[in-house]
T-cell receptor, first 113, second 112 residues
């Protein structure tokens, strides 16, 4: 089955710096890659997703890149702000089959003011 | 719309007890899932359903049962609770596979 590895497990940056979180997946048939943000004590919420027919997607300060050959994808946050502090999860799914969404272990991002 | 709702919010069980975690959604979503969240281990898929009457196992199904008799409801049953099942449980739903999953508020379960 699918396995998703996420690094780093913790990341601390200064406000205004960029943050990058990387994930690798094992199933080459996976074609949907969402990213979720979970604030302390809250439920996970989708912040951006990408499908395998696209190499990059941006939404304001957030971007995701996908390298299908290497089976890895990354989340990029620019101009970080204290409210970006949270746990971020990547995930992978094969939508043509069961559609099971398998998550990485999570990255705790701390943005220092 | 209430979105995805879960009850109870908190629960304490003794080893060997059984219970059902309730999950409901009012968005007419076909796809529903149960996850457990433990520190450092992310969100692990327990069971999922692609529609009413259809369920399947996820990554960590042992000790849990599910059923999906209606589109709206997807209860998770703990058959005989064990301390290893102490966790935060999230239910999620999406319109279809490969679409945004909306999560419920979670149930914090402690098994003594």
């Amino acid at each position: 089955g699918e396995n998703v590895e996420q690094h780093p497990s913790t990341l601390s940056v200064q406000e205004g710096d960029s943050a990058v979180i990387k994930c690798t997946y094992s199933d080459s048939a996976s074609n949907y890659f969402p990213w979720y943000k979970q604030e302390l004590g809250k439920r996970p919420q989708l912040i951006i997703d990408i499908r395998s027919n696209v190499g990059e997607k941006k939404d304001q300060r957030i971007a995701v890149t996908l390298n299908k050959t290497a089976k890895h994808f990354s989340l990029h946050i620019t101009e970080t702000q204290p409210e970006d502090s949270a746990v971020y999860f990547c995930a992978a799914s094969q939508t043509s089959n069961t559609g099971k969404l398998i998550f990485g272990q999570g990255t705790t991002l701390q943005v220092k003011p | 719309n209430a979105g995805v709702t879960q009850t109870p919010k908190f629960q304490v069980l003794k080893t060997g007890q059984s219970m059902t975690l309730q999950c409901a959604q009012d968005m007419n979503h076909e796809y529903m899932s149960w996850y457990r969240q433990d520190p450092g281990m992310g969100l692990r898929l327990i069971h999922y359903s692609v529609g009413a009457g259809i369920t399947d196992q996820g990554e960590v199904p042992n000790g849990y049962n599910v059923s999906r008799s209606t589109t709206e409801d997807f209860p998770l049953r703990l058959l005989s609770a064990a301390p290893s099942q102490t966790s935060v449980y999230f239910c999620a739903s999406s319109y279809y596979r490969g679409y945004e999953q909306f999560f419920g508020p979670g149930t914090r379960l402690t098994v003594l």
